[in-house]
């Protein structure tokens, strides 16, 4: 079983940058679907972009769409994602998943992953 852990958030301006580290622990060599959620105060936890780690095939939402990057490492050990021309809504609780074994399916349903990090916070500063 792999397990995730989050690291990377804190406050930053509206138009800055911010890159979120999603690091497993367990056998990363297996292909498995990485994904990135956040969750505004109040709000549902939606789905930002996704990877997999054999094809390295992307998957982003139409609101992150040009500005985020998600990219993992030659080790498959760690999801990044660069988060560009950050936006008040881009703020809130993210966290990253894994689906493995990958189910397919829907790459933003919550449902779709198996394990979950307790989340890194993204804040908007003044």
């Known amino acids: 079983q792999v397990q995730v852990m989050e690291s990377g958030g804190g406050s930053v301006q509206t138009g800055g940058s911010l890159t979120l580290s999603c690091t497993a622990s367990?056998?990363?060599?297996?292909?498995?679907?990485v994904g990135w959620f956040r969750q505004a105060s109040g709000k549902e936890r939606e789905g930002v972009a996704a990877?997999?780690?054999?094809?390295?095939?992307?998957h982003y939402a139409d609101s992150v769409q040009g500005r985020f990057t998600i990219s993992v490492n030659g080790s498959k050990s760690t999801v990044w994602l660069q988060m560009n021309s950050l936006k008040p809504e881009d703020t809130g609780l993210h966290y990253c998943?894994?689906?493995?074994?990958?189910?397919?399916?829907?790459?933003?349903?919550?449902?779709?992953?198996?394990?979950w990090g307790q989340g890194t916070q993204v804040t908007r500063s003044q």
């Open positions: 998943a894994e689906d493995l074994p990958p189910d397919g399916g829907d790459w933003s349903r919550n449902e779709g992953y198996d394990d």
């Open positions: 367990g056998d990363t060599r297996t292909a498995r679907r």
């Open positions: 990877i997999w780690t054999g094809s390295f095939g992307t």
